[in-house]
């Protein structure tokens, strides 16, 4: 069974650097796709940046060249972090952990519909 757990989330000025990171275990490695999503109350969930287990990454374009996902398998548990850097307000959000397992092991795109598997989200907020 798949268990997610964020944790890293807080506040920082805008200009600045945050990395949160989420435990994932019960993944099949191989066989699945992980991802970051983020989300505003009032406003659907949206796709931030996805890893595949070949390692192939995508970044959702207003992220691009500011956040970078990692992907770590230690003890049975992936460890997905997300540094993010350049930091702005418009980034202030609820971030979510996505896990699909099994599979190809390739991911489908930014479709929060794809992923099974939610962690509990963490706060990340940017001050002007």
């Known amino acids: 069974q798949v268990h997610l757990v964020e944790s890293g989330g807080g506040s920082v000025e805008a200009g600045g650097s945050l990395r949160i990171s989420c435990a994932a275990s019960g993944v099949t490695p191989l066989q699945h796709c992980l991802g970051w999503f983020r989300q505003i109350p009032g406003k659907e969930r949206e796709g931030v940046a996805i890893?595949?287990?070949?390692?192939?990454?995508?970044?959702a374009d207003d992220v691009e060249g500011r956040f970078f996902i990692s992907k770590d398998y230690a003890k049975n548990t992936y460890t997905l972090a997300l540094q993010m850097h350049s930091l702005t307000p418009e980034d202030t959000a609820m971030y979510y952990c996505?896990?699909?397992?099994?599979?190809?092991?390739?991911?489908?795109?930014?479709?929060?519909?794809?992923?099974?598997?939610w962690g509990q989200g963490t706060q990340v907020t940017v001050s002007s």
């Open positions: 890893a595949d287990a070949y390692g192939n990454m995508e970044y």
């Open positions: 996505a896990a699909r397992s099994g599979g190809s092991g390739y991911c489908s795109g930014f479709y929060s519909s794809y992923f099974p598997n």
